[in-house]
């Protein structure tokens, strides 16, 4: 053990995952803590001499700088459409709606609108903005900024979509019942000992569609997937996270989910590539196994050498953070999964 982790750690947390931390050293490690932990101002001290949150801080600022630029060009990016284009949506929806709203970011998004249609004019997301906008204009009383909007809106010459707000059809028979959820969730268990065998592209693709209807902060979508089959880069890549030690040869599939902070200019929004994507996730893990195809999350710590070595492997940008790697594939049945107890409903929520 100690041989293993010696190599991806320093020395003191060594020390202190095999339980060799020498008692004074201990104290004297709590009395720093304690003083820094003090003020908000102490920490940030205490973490202008310790490194651990440089590598987050400068991802979130090359993602901010990334952001900032794409407005000083006047190109903008995907992310800034698909948030206004949805706070449009949002507005469009209120009950009652109001006369005007949107004014002080529809000269943006319809730059932004213009720009992105002339690169990607066969999008969906496109036709998405496209519509919406269109019915921005139709119900928003005159006010200057949206009237110069007005002006500057190049729309789609054909429209055969109208993905505006709408009603949905509350007759709806929904199949998947509480009890067959129920039964989904029992059966999912973290899988590692899978058959060999790629897991067909058409059964990836399906999971994730199902994924991408995750709930998103402002519909931004900041995250993707790379899904790893080629087995000269899966060879590569399996033992890069440190939870697939014992079974990492019998992986054969695996997907690494990166986060995007170019989606953001405030740092405020820094956490939304975690929460995002994992939402994500979950709806990925639920679709695979329904095509009976099992999966284990793999926990990616945050360490300055695995980092770097999955920068390299796989090109990220400095904004780009890996989230978790996922081992997929077709469940090996005749070997056991863990029972993972969970917690008692009366340990998991409260009402009041
Ligand atoms: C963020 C995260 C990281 C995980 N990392 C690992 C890992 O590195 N290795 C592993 O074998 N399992 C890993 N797991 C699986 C957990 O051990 C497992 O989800 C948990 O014990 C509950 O079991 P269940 O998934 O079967 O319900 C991880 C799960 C999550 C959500």
Redesign the pocket.
């Known amino acids: 053990m100690k041989s293993t982790v010696k190599k991806i750690m320093p020395a003191k947390a060594v020390r202190i995952i095999t339980g060799k931390v020498p008692q004074a050293k201990l104290s004297l490690s709590i009395k720093v803590v304690e003083v820094f932990s003090r003020t908000k101002f102490l920490s940030s001290v205490y973490y202008i001499f310790n490194p651990e949150f440089r590598r987050e801080t400068h991802s979130v600022m090359k993602g901010k700088l990334e952001h900032l630029k794409s407005f000083q060009a006047e190109t903008s990016n995907y992310y800034l459409l698909r948030r206004n284009i949805h706070r449009l949506e949002k507005g469009l929806l209120m009950s009652p709606r109001r006369d005007i709203f949107g004014a002080s970011f529809i000269l943006e998004t319809v730059k932004c609108f213009n720009y992105l249609k002339d690169l990607y004019p066969k999008d969906e997301q496109i036709t998405w903005a496209n519509d919406v906008l269109t019915e921005y204009f139709a119900v928003t009383v005159s006010q200057k900024d949206r009237d110069k909007a007005e002006r500057l809106f190049q729309p789609l010459e054909e429209r055969e979509t109208n993905k505006k707000p709408y009603q949905r059809n509350g007759d709806i028979e929904l199949r998947t019942s509480i009890e067959d959820l129920q039964v989904l969730a029992q059966h999912?268990?973290?899988v590692?000992w899978f058959r060999p065998g790629k897991v067909e592209q058409e059964k990836i693709d399906k999971a994730m569609q199902v994924a991408a209807q995750a709930p998103t902060a402002c519909n931004r979508q900041p995250y993707y997937f790379k899904i790893i089959q080629n087995e000269e880069l899966l060879r590569k890549a399996v033992d890069i996270?440190?939870?697939?030690k014992g079974?990492s040869h019998n992986i054969n599939n695996l997907a690494i989910v990166i986060g995007d902070l170019s989606a953001y200019p405030f740092e405020r929004d820094r956490h939304l590539i975690y929460i995002d994507s994992s939402l994500a996730v979950m709806s990925f893990l639920f679709a695979l196994e329904s095509q009976q195809v099992s999966s284990?999350?793999?926990?990616?710590p945050d360490i300055a050498i695995k980092e770097e070595e999955v920068k390299k492997q796989f090109n990220l940008k400095d904004s780009e953070r890996v989230i978790?790697f996922i081992a997929f594939g077709y469940p090996n049945y005749d070997e056991k999964?863990?029972f993972?107890q969970?917690k008692e409903l009366d340990r998991l929520r409260t009402f009041s």
């Open positions: 999912r268990r973290s590692r996270p440190m939870g697939t079974f284990c999350v793999l926990n990616w978790m999964v863990a993972s969970k």
